[in-house]
């Protein structure tokens, strides 16, 4: 279909890029996409939008949102009939940050022999799978995420030996283990990057260049490119300035990547998580990106490379290269593509990916990380919701609240921590009754919360650092700053996990590289175990409940009521559960709530009325 100025606006969502073009922008702008689906705004031209987003939109960013609609490959997936039941739509996975981990030989970071050492609590948890975070050689300058060779492993955290045994000892207790694969750039201090440099033609085809910088923004502040006088050229950085974008364009650069994935499953890893991999074809010329829609989806730039020209194509490649035959797992992280383009994606006859994450829920619309707001969890729901309903049955959620690259969900909706168990309970309803593969990220099972950081020198995320440094240029005073900067930094989520009281919170004996949370004494891994009633407990019997019941994992979902208050829903088929969460801090009454006693619930007492945070699951006949 050709958009032009007068198509309206329930015509653009009808093809997938349409769809979450617009939904995004509209949920960047705090609306819904229900405006245009469920009211006669959608009757409105797509001009309109100018004077819906109050004239954040002016003439030039509506003609640059047509242009890119024309430009967006859109293939639908056919429909297949129900789901193909598979492993990881019934597994649980476990996220592990291996800097914050476990640190086994007292330098006070985490390592591989320390996350061995506690492979069987985490098994205990009833997890299936691992996704550890990246333990390649790396000068560290995104904690690993800036690769130097992704066959040899940091120094800091072991040897290939220890990830062999790690693989080894993940299998011998039945559980997988994907590793962190980040393809779309690699560290400037790698081999091919200094060969780059040294001015072989060869190797500066691997990367992309400019004579001079175009406008895209890095992801950690600033522009996305840095020069190199070596080479008298810009080199694009989406992220750190450590961190060069690969030219996947090149047929090389791909031959190189599938080397390195098929390595790593030849040595028996289960398949991968890749990182930001939605990025990594570029728009041919690497064009200027519209300020307006730009930033409105998160960066300037981005509408040339978060679904590029040929990612489906490179991602079809790869499976046909490196995972079909090892019959390997992956879930890519995609920043940007909503439901209808992530069905491009994951859908089960696209041979591309078998799951992704998608982060639209974890700030409220209109919203980012760095913003001050008060989180309101009612407005996650819509979105979550969807992913539930509209994503097919021909791909698979995954579900998540926290990650590394989040302040903690429980500290967002409860600062205070008035509710922090009720909260942490009411998180882990959602995420093992939602239909999809539920992702705990290390700490979430025992509920540890933000860290009450009080200065700068306390902070070692980049990101976190470049932020500060443009917030304190920006003419924002101290204590603004730096209450943006708690609010949105990433070291939250890498704090060292509280294994127990004691000084380092069983995590080292040293001091560790980061913080640790004085809360450590009473959130913690060895008192848990010993509380029957704790968030740790309460994990374990919802993720039995999920095993016992297939029901929780293939069953239909049935949203029956969602407002800014509760959320209720249904999976059935030859059995049938009834969710009902109270979204808020107050005692509510809802005709929905059963008479019956509940299978589990936050709250032991029974009441007529729902209370804090109530989170309860019903199995009814
Ligand atoms: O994250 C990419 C990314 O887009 C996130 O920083 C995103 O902004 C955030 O999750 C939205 O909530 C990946 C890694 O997860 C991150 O740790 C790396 O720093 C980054 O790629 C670069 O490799
Ligand atoms: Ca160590």
Redesign the pocket.
């Known amino acids: 279909m050709e958009i032009t100025r007068k198509t309206r606006l329930k015509d653009v969502i009808k093809t997938p890029s349409g769809h979450d073009i617009i939904a995004r922008l509209l949920y960047s702008l705090g609306m819904d996409l229900d405006v245009i689906r469920k009211t006669p705004l959608g009757l409105l031209k797509i001009g309109s939008l100018k004077s819906l987003s109050m004239g954040k939109l002016n003439d030039r960013s509506i003609d640059a949102l047509i242009a890119l609609l024309g430009s967006l490959n859109d293939e639908e997936a056919s429909e297949s009939e129900g789901i193909n039941e598979t492993w990881w739509k019934e597994a649980v996975f476990y996220q592990v940050y291996p800097r914050s981990f476990k640190d086994s030989n007292s330098d006070g970071i985490g390592d591989i022999p320390g996350i061995i050492e506690k492979l069987d609590y985490i098994r205990s948890l009833g997890v299936d799978a691992i996704w550890c ?1 990246p333990f390649f050689d790396s000068p560290n300058a ?2 690993g ?2 690769i130097r060779d992704y066959r040899e492993i940091m120094p800091e955290f072991g040897t290939l030996d220890d990830v062999k045994r790690l693989i080894s000892e993940c299998h011998i207790r039945g559980m997988k283990l994907i590793i962190d694969l ?1 393809m ?2 690699t560290s400037d201090e790698h081999e091919w990057f200094r060969k780059a440099l040294a001015g072989d033609p060869q190797y500066m085809d691997y990367y992309m260049w400019k004579d001079t910088p175009n406008n895209w923004t890095s ?2 502040a600033g522009s996305a490119w840095r020069y190199f006088s070596e080479t008298d050229k810009y080199a694009l950085h ?3 300035d450590k ?1 060069i974008d690969l030219n996947w364009d090149n047929p090389q650069v791909r031959k190189e990547m599938y080397d390195i994935a098929n390595f790593w499953l030849d040595l028996g890893a289960d398949g991968f998580r890749l ?2 991999v939605s990025f990594i074809s570029k728009k041919e010329g690497l064009p200027d990106g519209d300020p307006t829609i730009g930033k409105l989806i ?1 960066f300037t730039g981005i509408e040339h490379y978060f679904h590029g020209p040929h990612l489906d194509e490179y991602l079809r490649e790869f499976n046909r290269e490196c995972l079909a035959p090892h019959g390997a797992y992956t879930v890519g ?1 995609c ?1 940007g593509n909503g439901i209808m383009m992530s069905r491009m994606i994951t859908g089960n006859d696209r041979e591309e990916l078998s799951q992704l994450f998608s ?1 639209d829920h ?2 409220n619309p209109g919203k980012k ?1 760095f913003d001050l707001y008060d989180f309101d969890p009612s407005k996650m729901i819509p979105e979550l919701v969807r992913w539930q309903t509209e994503y097919s049955d021909r791909c698979w959620p995954t579900l998540f609240f926290d ?4 302040p903690r969900m429980c500290s967002k909706i409860d600062p205070s921590g008035h509710y922090h168990g009720a909260v942490n309970k009411m998180l882990a309803m959602m995420l093992f009754t939602m239909r999809g593969t539920p992702y705990i990220y290390q700490g979430s099972e025992i509920g540890m919360t933000n860290c009450q950081f009080s200065d700068i020198s306390e902070f070692r995320d ?2 976190t650092l470049n932020v500060f440094e443009e917030m304190t240029g920006s003419g924002l005073s101290d204590s603004d700053v730096m209450k943006r900067i708690l609010a949105g930094s ?1 070291d939250h989520a890498r704090i060292p996990m509280q294994w127990n009281s004691s000084e380092n919170a069983g995590f080292s004996d040293t001091a560790p590289w980061i913080k640790v949370n004085p809360n450590h004494t009473s959130i913690n891994v060895h008192d848990e175990e010993l509380d029957t009633d704790s968030i740790l407990n309460y994990y374990r019997k919802l993720i039995a409940l999920r095993k016992q019941h297939k029901t929780l994992v293939y069953g239909s979902f049935k949203k029956l009521r969602s407002s800014k208050k509760i959320l209720a829903y249904e999976r059935a088929d030859d059995e049938r559960f009834l969710i009902i969460i109270n979204l808020t801090p107050n005692e509510i009454r809802s005709s929905l709530k059963p008479l019956s006693r509940p299978l589990i619930s936050n709250y032991s007492q029974p009441s007529r009325k729902l209370m804090p945070y109530e989170a309860s699951v019903y199995m009814i006949s």
Do not use: G, M
């Open positions: 975070s995104d904690n995420y800036d980040v779309n750039h992801f950690f989406l992220f750190a961190q990182d930001v998160s992280e920043p982060f974890i700030d990380r990650n590394h690259d989040n980049i990101e990433r």
